[in-house]
Structures are given as C-alpha cells and as structure tokens.
C-alpha cells in the first residue's frame, strides 16, 4: 500500500499509478497556489525520489515484491457406506475423510454427515498465504 500524504493548504497529492506486478508506483503533487514554489532541494528516501516533470513534482518509487505462498487445497473424500446383507445401512455410517492440514491451511469437519448425505469441511489459511 502507498501511504499518499495527505493534501496540504499548498499542495494536492495524487497516487497516480499504483503499485504494479514489478513493485513500481507514482505519487504527484501539484502546487494550489502560483505564489508558491518548489524548494530547490528535493526530497528522497529508500522507495524513490522527486523529480520535476514539467512543473508537476512526480515521485517514482519502487518496492520490492514479496510473493505470499499460494495455498493448494486437498479435496475431503468421502468412503461409501456400509451395506449390511445387501442394504446400504444411513448416510452417517459414511466416513468423510479430511485432509491432513498443513504448513499453509487447517481442515476441520465442521458439519458432519447429513441424513441428505451432504457434509461440510472448512479449510482455513495461514495468515501469510493466498
């Protein structure tokens, strides 16, 4: 997230090209009032720097991208009911087997067996995942 500043009584901020796939972005300002000029020393830091561009200051930044781990989710299987002299005996004598959890998501069989045969399994991600 680019943390624009806010507007001051001489100057309008503008995020004019949010952060792309490459961690680049652009900030402008415009002065409000012709009475007033730039300084004739621009500020930088560690993201990027001022620059004049035809009378608009314009920051070009960059950031470096940190890609998040991607989450791949484990499909729950259900073991088919038990038939007991040739009668499926009901829906709950089915086992929904849930996925182990890993480094990166949780699985919980958070609603069992219904006599409909539906279930719910809810994975749940790490904070720093996708």
């Known amino acids: ?53 035809q009378g608009v200051m314009t920051f070009t930044g960059h950031v470096d991208i940190v890609p998040c781990d991607q989450a791949d989710l484990v499909v729950p299987t259900v073991d088919a009911a038990v038939c007991v002299g040739g009668v499926q005996q009901d829906p709950q004598s089915k086992t929904v087997n849930v996925p182990a959890n890993t480094d990166l998501v949780s699985y919980e069989l958070t609603k069992a067996i219904a006599e409909d045969g539906s279930y719910e399994v809810t994975a749940t991600k790490d904070a720093n995942t996708v």
């Open 1 to 53: 997230t680019v943390n624009v500043p806010a507007d001051t009584d001489d100057i309008d901020y503008t995020l004019t090209a949010d952060i792309d796939e490459n961690g680049d972005f652009v900030v402008t300002a415009t002065l409000k009032n012709d009475d007033k000029v730039w300084p004739a020393t621009l500020p930088s830091n560690s993201f990027g720097a001022w620059a004049d561009v």
